[in-house]
């Protein structure tokens, strides 16, 4: 089972990226997914998560209003747009499949965990 991110990179502030995570091994249309990210020296925090149907949807404070996540169950795969990005979202972004079908800031209830894309803003 493998969770594949991809789409970081470097970008200016105000501009815009698109990550996407690509399952295989398994589907996980059944399951929440979630973005968390972490940024060196910081502890790895929660970013974004989807329910598995894709109607219900968690933003932390700091991206609420920029980023929007989204699924397509039918490509096993989770999105994350980013716009605008600001130089305060540098991390490396990891994807992440949860136990329950629900959408969850929750980490410890994520037990399959993708390798992460580095995302970098500069200003």
């Known amino acids: 089972v493998q969770l594949q991110a991809s789409g970081g990179g470097l970008v200016q502030a105000g501009g815009s990226l698109r990550l996407s995570c690509a399952a295989s091994?398994?589907?996980?249309?059944?399951?929440?997914m979630g973005w968390f990210r972490q940024a060196p020296g910081n502890e790895r925090e929660f970013v974004s998560g989807?329910?598995?149907?894709?109607?219900?949807?968690k933003y932390a404070d700091s991206v609420k209003g920029r980023f929007t996540i989204s699924r397509d169950n039918a490509k096993n795969t989770v999105y994350l747009q980013m716009n605008p990005l600001k130089p305060e979202d540098t991390a490396v972004y990891y994807c992440?499949?949860?136990?329950?079908?629900?959408?969850?800031?929750?980490?410890?209830?994520?037990?399959?965990w993708g390798q992460g894309t580095q995302v970098t803003v500069s200003s």
């Open positions: 992440a499949a949860h136990r329950g079908s629900y959408s969850s800031d929750y980490a410890p209830g994520y037990n399959y």
């Open positions: 091994g398994r589907t996980f249309s059944s399951n929440g």
């Open positions: 989807i329910d598995w149907s894709g109607r219900s949807t």
